[in-house]
Nanobody, 125 residues
Framework: QVQLVESGGGLVQAGGSLRLSCAAS????????MAWFRQAPGKEREFVAV???????YYADSVKGRFTISRDNTKKTVYLEMNSLKPEDTASYYC???????????????????WGQGTQVTVSS
């Protein structure tokens, strides 16, 4: 059983930066793919970024070049560095974990069995 707790959300002006953290407990963190998803009011949860256990990363086109995902296995924490934030980045951001053996980490919501409670990011224009 894996527990995930996100932190670092807040209110920021457009063009600003935030760093989200997701601390994990339980399970074997280093074996998991770790992903960030987000969900805006009235919209479906969408993929943002993922990092595999071998540090392969994928990003949604909407955040590519602005967001960076990283992990620290010793701290059992995954990070999402968000730069050049836009109002359309406003959403609740969720951390997710999944154990898998493939070389390409999954990007679908249904591929993740462990989720955090979310942290709110609001970008003002």
């Amino acid at each position: 059983q894996v527990q995930l707790v996100e932190s670092g959300g807040g209110l920021v002006q457009a063009g600003g930066s935030l760093r989200l953290s997701c601390a994990a407990s339980g399970g074997s963190f280093r074996l998991y793919s770790m992903a960030w998803f987000r969900q805006a009011p009235g919209k479906e949860r969408e993929f943002v970024a993922v990092i595999s256990r071998s540090d392969v990363t994928y990003y949604a086109d909407s955040v590519k070049g602005r967001f960076t995902i990283s992990r620290d296995n010793t701290k059992k924490t995954v990070y999402l560095e968000m730069n050049s934030l836009k109002p359309e980045d406003t959403a609740s951001y969720y951390c997710a974990a999944n154990y898998h053996l493939g070389s390409s980490p999954p990007t679908g919501v249904g591929s993740y069995g462990y989720w955090g409670q979310g942290t709110q990011v609001t970008v003002s224009s």
